[in-house]
Each structure stands twice: as C-alpha cells, then as structure tokens.
C-alpha cells in the first residue's frame, strides 16, 4: 500500500510539473482567438507563431502544436512566397500573441 501511494505522489507531482500550453490563439495576422488545445493532462502542445516578412506575401500563423514536431506548414509556403521566416513556440496559455 505504501509503494502504491508513494507512485500516485510522485505521478501526481510529474503532471503538475510538465509544461504545455492548455490553450493557444489560433489565426492569421490580426485575426486570431484564444483556442483549446488540450483536454487532457498528456501535455503534448505548445502554442506556435510563424512570422513571415518579405516576399510576396507576408503572412503572420498563430497556433497549437505538437510539442514533438517543429513549425510544419509555415515554412514551406514563406519559402514558396520567397519570403524570410521565423518560428517561435512557448509553453504557456495563450502565449502567442
């Protein structure tokens, strides 16, 4: 019994401790809102914003993300564009702004 409740602590304590964003906004330039993410306590997202300058169209992407995987899209269509991009990620609510 004592093993069981020492486990449940520290699994307890691991959640609480992991970072991920519950909610991000989501959008394009000045148009975005605060989106959920994340329903459960996997903590697998992160909020993501890809700034694109220059090019033929500039364009600014806000969204949720899966911590495992970098900025996907954004990418390929600022260098489409022949544009100049930065990704940003971070890990709390809606810290994309």
Aim: hydrophobic fraction near 30%.
């Amino acid at each position: 019994m004592r093993i069981f409740l020492t486990l449940a602590l520290v699994m307890v304590v691991l959640v609480a401790v992991t970072e991920s964003a519950k909610r991000c906004y989501s959008g394009s330039k000045d148009r975005y809102e605060s989106r959920q993410c994340d329903t459960g306590t996997a903590g697998n997202f992160v909020c993501q914003k890809f700034t694109c300058e220059g090019g033929k169209s500039p364009f600014v992407l806000r969204t949720c993300a899966n911590k495992r995987t970098g900025c996907l899209a954004g990418p390929a269509i600022c260098k489409f564009s022949k544009g100049t991009g930065n990704c940003s990620r971070c890990e709390g609510d809606n810290c994309n702004s």
